[in-house]
């Protein structure tokens, strides 16, 4: 019975099965390494392959070339090719050209990464947050900030293109590797910034990229370094922002203008490559010559205004309006307006021009003055009414000045003023015009006759008048010279003797005879001295009649001279 079961039909399978293999031996120990095929032939789809096993091999076409092209694969070519499965279902060994290219290139690449060396690839895909490489065979991921060392807008010109890639990170056992092409222009740009400083020297002309633009001006690559492009030596014209003149990426030549070797600061130069617009300015721009140029900027002191470009003058504040005083100049010209100007002054040396705005147009106080002689009569409105006096409109620009005293010839200018009112419309006399302080003097009095003007072309200095009292003051009396003229005896000059000059003795519309020993025309005043006559009459006496040296008593002489007056009245 036991021999019986032995031999029965399964046992003997499993013997078959053990004999078979020992026979031929299993390969099953070939799965997953890379060995060398030679092409046999081609079907459709796959390239038969003998690998020196038992069995031959199949590789898909595919695998020899990119999609959508004709392999480049024929009968007799040699590859080297990874085994998937010794045997599949229909007895041929599963190879793949793709992983065997994947599996030489993670050796050397792993190999490169020990000895951080640069590996060469190609852009071929975009991903999230970044894009693929082939590094010959495996795939590897580049970051987008690793890309370039600025940000790239366009990573369609590296696409495709053969490049030097520097290794972050690999895990083979994942299958993960990153790149970065960043590193590999850092180290480039690093070289580059060394060559370029040790010859660096100030002068020097270079070619550059706009890195960078601030308020102040735009850092410009230099390859390898940056520099600094100030904003005002990026033209000779006016320029407010550097955006207006650069943009970033855009290519320029500089002159390298300072250069510091501790600090490896540069400052650069774009004007400086071109002529200078100042050379000769002053022959160009002569004083007095007038020129029509274009604002360019409004500041509270004035407006710059461009004569050409590069070349820039000033028009202060003063210098802007014959008329219109403490005026913003904004309120007078505006930004990019065309204007016409005369030059007033020019320095080369500050690279300064001073202009005149109001130069260009006639000075309204001498178009007055030629127009309106002293003497002639002028109409306006009371634009403005002061403590001092009347402004009178003479233009729309143009004010004359009717001054308190010129207001009347008899009442005071206190009194008159009342009479008037802003908005009024009155006739005047031109009195003065001085069109170097800009002031017209008018009068409205001198409109008519003086009427003490007789009066006043027959007194002198020295002649007695006789006054009437018209009021008693304290410290004298006023007095008037034939109901026109006003005088004022001072308290000390009403009598000779000391006890008699007392105010209060007199009285208003009493008549007194006294001595004029001021007179202004101008205001009509005299100033008067009783005891000046009365000193002068005393000695005219002693001259005529003695002397107290002859026994003649001063009362003697003067009752004699008083009675010879009388006689002769």
Same mark, same amino acid.
């Given at each position: 019975?036991?021999?019986?079961?032995?031999?029965?039909?399964?046992?003997?399978?499993?013997?078959?099965?053990?004999?078979?293999?020992?026979?031929?031996?299993?390969?099953?120990?070939?799965?997953?390494t890379v060995v060398r095929g030679r092409v046999i032939r081609l079907t459709d789809d796959h390239a038969i392959v003998d690998v020196g096993l038992k069995s031959e091999g199949r590789v898909a076409l595919r695998e020899f070339g990119p999609?959508?092209?004709?392999?480049?694969?024929?009968?007799?070519?040699?590859?080297?090719?990874?085994?998937?499965?010794?045997?599949?279902?229909?007895?041929?060994?599963?190879?793949?050209?793709?992983?065997?290219?994947?599996?030489?290139?993670?050796?050397?690449?792993?190999?490169?990464?020990?000895?951080?060396?640069?590996?060469?690839?190609?852009?071929?895909?975009?991903?999230?947050?970044?894009?693929?490489?082939?590094?010959?065979?495996?795939?590897?991921?580049?970051?987008?900030?690793?890309?370039?060392?600025?940000?790239?807008?366009?990573?369609?010109?590296?696409?495709?293109?053969?490049?030097?890639?520097?290794?972050?990170?690999?895990?083979?056992?994942?299958?993960?590797?990153?790149?970065?092409?960043?590193?590999?222009?850092?180290?480039?740009?690093?070289?580059?910034?060394?060559?370029?400083?040790?010859?660096?020297?100030?002068?020097?002309?270079?070619?550059?990229?706009?890195?960078?633009?601030?308020?102040?001006?735009?850092?410009?690559?230099?390859?390898?370094?940056?520099?600094?492009?100030?904003?005002?030596?990026?033209?000779?014209?006016?320029?407010?922002?550097?955006?207006?003149?650069?943009?970033?990426?855009?290519?320029?030549?500089?002159?390298?203008?300072?250069?510091?070797?501790?600090?490896?600061?540069?400052?650069?130069?774009?004007?400086?490559?071109?002529?200078?617009?100042?050379?000769?300015?002053?022959?160009?721009?002569?004083?007095?010559?007038?020129?029509?140029?274009?604002?360019?900027?409004?500041?509270?002191?004035?407006?710059?205004?461009?004569?050409?470009?590069?070349?820039?003058?000033?028009?202060?504040?003063?210098?802007?309006?014959?008329?219109?005083?403490?005026?913003?100049?904004?309120?007078?010209?505006?930004?990019? @307006?065309?204007?016409?100007?005369? +030059? *007033?002054? &020019? =320095?080369?040396?500050?690279? %300064? $021009? /001073?202009?005149?705005? #109001? !130069?260009?147009?006639?000075?309204?106080?001498?178009?007055?003055?030629?127009?309106?002689?002293?003497?002639?009569?002028?109409?306006?409105?009371?634009?403005?009414?002061?403590?001092?006096?009347?402004?009178?409109?003479?233009?729309?620009?143009?004010?004359?000045?009717?001054?308190?005293?010129?207001?009347?010839?008899?009442?005071?200018?206190?009194?008159?003023?009342?009479?008037?009112?802003?908005? @009024?419309?009155?006739?005047?006399? +031109? *009195?003065? &015009? =001085?069109?170097?302080?800009? %002031? $017209? /003097?008018?009068?409205? #009095? !001198?409109?008519?006759?003086?009427?003490?003007?007789?009066?006043?072309?027959?007194?002198?200095?020295?002649?007695?008048?006789?006054?009437?009292?018209?009021?008693?003051?304290?410290?004298?009396?006023?007095?008037?010279?034939?109901?026109?003229?006003?005088?004022?005896?001072?308290?000390?000059?009403?009598?000779?003797?000391?006890?008699?000059?007392?105010?209060?003795?007199?009285?208003?519309?009493e008549k007194v005879d006294a001595k004029v020993v001021g007179l202004d025309r101008s205001s009509r005043k005299l100033s008067l001295t009783i005891r000046g006559r009365e000193v002068e009459e005393d000695k005219q006496a002693i001259s005529?009649?003695?002397?107290?040296?002859?026994?003649?008593?001063?009362?003697?002489?003067?009752?004699?001279?008083?009675?010879?007056?009388?006689?002769?009245?």
């Amino acid at each position: 019975m036991a021999s019986a079961t032995q031999n029965t039909p399964e046992h003997g399978k499993e013997d078959f099965a053990a004999l078979l293999d020992e026979t031929l031996g299993s390969d099953s120990a070939f799965d997953g390494t890379v060995v060398r095929g030679r092409v046999i032939r081609l079907t459709d789809d796959h390239a038969i392959v003998d690998v020196g096993l038992k069995s031959e091999g199949r590789v898909a076409l595919r695998e020899f070339g990119p999609v959508g092209t004709t392999p480049d694969v024929k009968p007799g070519d040699v590859f080297e090719l990874f085994i998937e499965r010794y045997e599949d279902r229909d007895g041929s060994i599963v190879l793949s050209r793709e992983k065997a290219r994947r599996e030489e290139a993670w050796t050397a690449l792993e190999s490169a990464f020990a000895h951080n060396q640069r590996v060469n690839g190609t852009i071929y895909g975009r991903v999230k947050g970044g894009f693929t490489v082939d590094l010959g065979g495996a795939m590897a991921f580049l970051p987008g900030s690793q890309v370039d060392i600025r940000p790239v807008r366009d990573v369609g010109p590296l696409m495709g293109q053969p490049q030097p890639f520097q290794i972050l990170k690999m895990d083979r056992a994942r299958g993960n590797i990153v790149v970065s092409r960043r590193a590999v222009l850092e180290e480039t740009r690093a070289e580059q910034r060394s060559e370029l400083i040790q010859g660096l020297k100030e002068g020097m002309i270079l070619d550059g990229v706009v890195k960078n633009i601030t308020d102040y001006g735009a850092f410009v690559d230099l390859g390898g370094v940056d520099g600094l492009l100030h904003v005002t030596d990026i033209a000779w014209k006016r320029i407010n922002h550097p955006s207006e003149a650069l943009q970033i990426g855009q290519p320029v030549r500089v002159q390298v203008i300072r250069f510091n070797s501790d600090t490896q600061r540069i400052s650069l130069g774009m004007k400086q490559l071109e002529a200078d617009p100042w050379e000769n300015v002053a022959v160009k721009y002569p004083v007095n010559a007038r020129f029509t140029g274009r604002v360019t900027n409004i500041t509270d002191y004035g407006a710059f205004v461009e004569l050409e470009p590069g070349v820039e003058g000033l028009v202060h504040v003063s210098e802007m309006s014959w008329t219109k005083k403490n005026v913003h100049p904004g309120k007078i010209v505006a930004t990019s @307006q065309e204007v016409e100007v005369m +030059v *007033l002054d &020019v =320095d080369s040396a500050k690279r %300064r $021009i /001073s202009l005149g705005l #109001k !130069q260009v147009q006639r000075n309204p106080w001498e178009q007055f003055a030629e127009e309106h002689k002293v003497g002639s009569v002028i109409e306006g409105e009371i634009r403005n009414i002061t403590e001092f006096g009347l402004f009178i409109g003479l233009s729309a620009d143009i004010d004359g000045m009717v001054h308190m005293s010129d207001l009347s010839w008899d009442e005071s200018g206190e009194e008159v003023m009342k009479r008037y009112e802003k908005g @009024q419309v009155v006739q005047a006399k +031109v *009195l003065d &015009v =001085d069109a170097e302080k800009e %002031r $017209i /003097s008018l009068g409205i #009095k !001198q409109l008519q006759e003086d009427p003490a003007a007789d009066v006043l072309d027959r007194i002198n200095k020295g002649d007695v008048v006789t006054c009437v009292v018209t009021a008693v003051q304290s410290n004298g009396i006023e007095v008037k010279v034939d109901d026109v003229l006003t005088g004022f005896i001072r308290r000390g000059e009403l009598a000779r003797d000391k006890s008699e000059q007392r105010p209060e003795r007199f009285a208003v519309g009493e008549k007194v005879d006294a001595k004029v020993v001021g007179l202004d025309r101008s205001s009509r005043k005299l100033s008067l001295t009783i005891r000046g006559r009365e000193v002068e009459e005393d000695k005219q006496a002693i001259s005529e009649y003695g002397s107290s040296d002859s026994g003649a008593s001063l009362g003697d002489i003067l009752g004699a001279a008083i009675r010879r007056r009388s006689s002769e009245d």
